[in-house]
């Protein structure tokens, strides 16, 4: 629905709902949750948590089926499939699937990254909801059509994205980033793939993929609401009897680092620059994840805190937005930074940014520096567990990646644990600031 | 929907939701809401001020805004930026939002770390400390978010000038951001003039929800707010929009790719919230023509006959300003002009005004909203922001657990009466996006010392 009038300003960004799916980080003890977890009879993974507070329920099914899954002349039948799935399945069209949805309140949604596909469901617990909604739900994991009129309507549609997207400097930088950063490798991959690839994707491509992806085994099954263990149980078995079976999916590649720095810089009539700058970043399994995510938070993660934002917002009033993350995936994820700045002071803002990361690795951060980002993360552990959308999240994450059952419990642990020292070195060994890519589209010509 | 079902959620959300809410004022005039939810040990603060851009004039636009950024600069006792570090070492994220009817401001943190939030809030409601020097910076930091959020963006562009189109009189027609012209010769004293106008505890609400005790609230706001003097507020004109005698058409040019249509119709906003069928009447037509992806506009533009690659609707009841709109937008798919978009949204309006809607259509709406208010309750920041929003409009939260019983009780007849009364030609504006292809040699326009 339309709510761009009502729109309210914020004072910043929120830059990190772009690490919402991939969520990240976090946790302790004294909000702790309890997990159950188990794995069905067709090899699903389970993760379970019984809270009758609400009458509803939270689920999602995840697969390693994300754009990563691409092969380069076929971008585009990783995101392809996951939305057709929703949009014909078990002899339902796809008016009956939102018309059925919708009679009961549910509410189905997906989300497509480099590693995952994943399918979220919410619904009211009472029977004749849930039955009806887990009826639609499951016809679309098990029994997905591929109807070929649909599939023609939705790539003129995703067409008609790309060619919009190549015109608006945000998404023109996001692109050309990932394509200089990695290059062969699949996390290069756009979600939406390609002008040249989206007209050859056909039905048979996305049922191969499903039936290559989409397997019972090593599907994430998380659950979260007003359902019993037993109820549970029945659920997840009924969700994974269903889904294909296939080999195991392979390990992605390795991301290698770039050999040298790489600039690019874009034309575009816009008033501000668009730039950003990066790294190959962290795995989600991976020895320095937390001297590298407390350190970030010092560095550029921190909201008005950080150093970034003190020197090029705060001190010089250069920009609205400034920010760097780590988004960690089953290889190294992106770390990046990200501006924007009329075209005029680009170079200046830029310039700012290379020589605080530069100071930020070569000197480190202070005892008061990291004092003040474990008060924070460690402090605001309860946030992140606040609702049952987000512990489904986590859930997820935890079963995605094999997060041990006790991540959210130890958090905390690991972040007192980080030491400045041990930041400094990770920094060090993890970013090299002489070989960073850096993508400016609408630099001054 | 089964009846029971219906009957029983619609017995329990009530009776939920009024157990909770507890409403005090301070002898300053100041009103105190607390939402207690146990469900989770953490607490959201909000401070809400009936000051947003509405309440700005010519010449000042943004300025609710600029203050809002202000507000972080520091104050008698508290450095600038150190709000925010004092917030983060409570482990608590914060922000502020500027709207048409409000501003807010906003902690969420660790329940017990809910008193330093109060004291902080109650300290920058009257000690701000508002300098040349900050403001100087931080306006420089609200023209870079102008641009970034509107000046190259084809829809925020379009957004500005559609709202200019709409209102001839009212202050709806301003941008909540500001003019760039206006920010550019915006001064600190304007900013402190806005400061002093409306930030005192009788034009403010505080908005407590989380696991707390309602009584130890009042205590902490006693005690923090209690001794902020209450100041007389001006007066506050009506504005109304005159009757638009008609149809208002805005063409914006930009670089882009697809063109774009945006349509508004002048419809009433919620006045009183017992008596009115109108609004929710409206309520329920935006969700017959968007409440879902088989809604109309979905399924029969954008799936059958292929015209948009996407289009919805839109509505808002709840309006300081006691003007709304009812929305229609879309992109024409490609090969389709926004002349042909344009004729189908109107034939789904006038479809709707002929034959009206389908049982099936009303009662999907009505569960939509009946499961939609017991997600809500997921959250304890959404709830917060709508019992915030509600009484900002000069509504009371005690009007929310009678919400979806309005809502069930509209008739299909009473959809096709709204439809009739006001989406006609003569009340219409209409707003088109020219794309213009990219010229990499373009320079950015604006005054020549910009660049």
């Known amino acids: 629905m339309i709510t761009k009038l009502y729109q309210t300003l914020c004072r910043a960004v929120p830059v990190l709902a772009i690490l919402s799916f991939s969520l990240g980080f976090s946790l302790s003890t004294q909000a702790a949750v309890n997990i159950q977890q188990w794995q069905t009879s067709q090899g699903a993974q389970v993760y379970f948590v019984e809270n009758h507070d609400l009458p509803m329920l939270d689920m999602s099914v995840t697969f390693a089926a994300g754009s990563a899954r691409d092969s380069q002349d076929k971008a585009g039948v990783a995101g392809i499939t996951r939305y057709m799935m929703t949009l014909g399945a078990g002899g339902l069209s796809d008016e009956q699937i939102s018309t059925r949805l919708a009679d009961i309140g549910a509410e189905m949604s997906g989300d497509l990254d480099a590693d995952r596909a994943g399918f979220k469901l919410r619904t009211l617990s009472s029977e004749r909801e849930r039955e009806q909604a887990l009826a639609v739900y499951s016809a679309i994991l098990h029994k997905p059509d591929f109807p070929e009129a649909v599939l023609t309507r939705e790539k003129a549609r995703i067409l008609a994205g790309l060619k919009e997207a190549a015109t608006q400097p945000e998404s023109m930088a996001n692109r050309a980033f990932m394509q200089a950063l990695y290059g062969k490798h699949p996390y290069a991959n756009d979600e939406s793939g390609e002008l040249t690839t989206v007209p050859q994707i056909q039905a048979a491509d996305l049922r191969a993929f499903y039936q290559r992806y989409y397997a019972a085994q090593g599907a994430v099954i998380a659950l979260i609401g007003d359902l019993t263990r037993a109820q549970a149980e029945q659920l997840a078995e009924r969700l994974s009897a269903g889904l294909p079976s296939a080999e195991p999916v392979p390990a992605l590649p390795a991301v290698t680092y770039p050999q040298q720095a790489v600039e690019q810089r874009i034309p575009h009539p816009a008033s501000q620059a668009h730039i950003l700058l990066g790294y190959p970043g962290v795995k989600r399994i991976d020895p320095d994840y937390f001297p590298l995510y407390v350190g970030n938070y010092i560095l550029g993660g921190g909201g008005f805190v950080s150093r970034l934002t003190e020197e090029v917002r705060e001190k010089r009033g250069l920009v609205y937005s400034v920010y760097s993350y780590f988004l960690p995936l089953s290889e190294l994820g992106p770390f990046q930074l990200g501006l924007q700045t009329k075209q005029a002071q680009a170079n200046e803002a830029l310039q700012l940014v290379r020589s605080t990361l530069g100071n930020f690795i070569s000197k480190g951060v202070s005892e008061k520096e990291l004092k003040a980002a474990k008060q924070n993360i460690i402090g605001g552990f309860p946030l992140r567990l606040d609702s049952n959308a987000k512990i489904l999240e986590y859930l997820s994450v935890i079963g995605f990646y094999k997060l041990p059952l006790t991540y959210l419990d130890d958090f905390n642990k690991k972040v007192a644990a980080v030491t400045a020292a041990q930041i400094q070195d990770a920094f060090k060994r993890r970013v090299d600031p002489d070989r960073m890519v850096t993508v400016i589209v609408g630099a001054e010509q | ?451």
């Open chain 2, 1 to 451: 929907m089964s009846i029971r079902s219906l009957m029983l959620l619609l017995l329990c959300v009530p009776t939920i939701a009024l157990a909770n809410v507890h409403e005090f004022k301070l002898s300053n005039g100041m009103r105190i809401i607390v939402k207690e939810d146990h469900r989770s040990p953490v607490v959201v603060s909000q401070v809400w001020y009936r000051a947003g851009s509405m309440d700005e004039v010519n010449g000042k636009t943004g300025v609710a805004h600029v203050l809002e950024h202000m507000m972080f600069k520091g104050t008698k006792t508290i450095k600038p930026g150190q709000f925010s570090r004092i917030i983060a070492a409570a482990g608590g994220r914060e922000n502020a939002f500027t709207g048409t009817d409000y501003t807010g401001y906003y902690q969420q943190l660790e329940k017990s770390q809910l008193p330093l939030s109060i004291k902080m809030e109650a300290d920058r409601m009257v000690n701000l400390k508002l300098t040349d020097e900050e403001f100087a910076k931080e306006v420089k930091v609200v023209m870079e978010e102008r641009r970034w959020r509107t000046d190259d963006k084809p829809q925020g562009l379009i957004n500005e000038q559609f709202n200019r189109a709409m209102f001839t009189a009212h202050p709806y027609g301003r941008p909540i951001v500001g003019w760039m012209n206006d920010l550019e010769n915006m001064t600190a004293e304007d900013a402190r003039e806005w400061y002093r106008t409306w930030y005192a505890p009788n034009n403010a609400t505080l908005v407590v929800a989380g696991d707390v005790k309602a009584a130890d609230v009042l205590k902490l706001a006693q005690q923090h707010f209690g001794p902020i003097k209450a100041r007389p507020l001006p007066a506050r004109k009506p504005q109304t929009e005159p009757p638009q005698l008609g149809l208002k058409r805005v063409v914006v040019k930009a670089p882009a790719k697809l063109p774009y249509i945006r349509m508004g119709y002048h419809v009433p906003a919620l006045q009183d919230a017992d008596k009115d069928w109108e609004p929710y009447a409206l309520q329920i037509l935006s969700g017959v023509l968007d409440g879902n992806a088989s809604a109309r506009l979905n399924q029969q533009l954008v799936r059958e006959r292929q015209l948009a690659v996407e289009a919805s609707a839109g509505y808002n009841m709840i309006r300081r300003g006691r003007e709304a709109v009812f929305e229609l937008d879309g992109t024409p798919s490609e090969g389709k002009s926004v002349n042909e978009l344009e004729a189908a949204l109107l034939e789904q309006v006038e479809q709707i005004k002929i034959s009206g809607i389908t049982p099936e259509e009303l009662q999907r709406v009505k569960a939509q909203v009946i499961a939609s208010d017991v997600y809500q309750r997921d959250s304890v920041f959404a709830q917060a922001m709508t019992i915030g929003t509600l009484e900002t409009a000069g509504f009371s939260w005690r009007i929310l657990p009678g919400y979806p019983a309005k809502l069930s009780a509209v008739t299909a007849e009473q959809v096709q009466a709204v439809a009739k009364k006001y989406l006609t030609p003569d009340n219409l504006t209409i707003a088109t996006l020219d794309p213009q292809p990219i010229d990499p040699n373009a320079k950015p326009k604006g005054k020549p010392s910009d660049h």
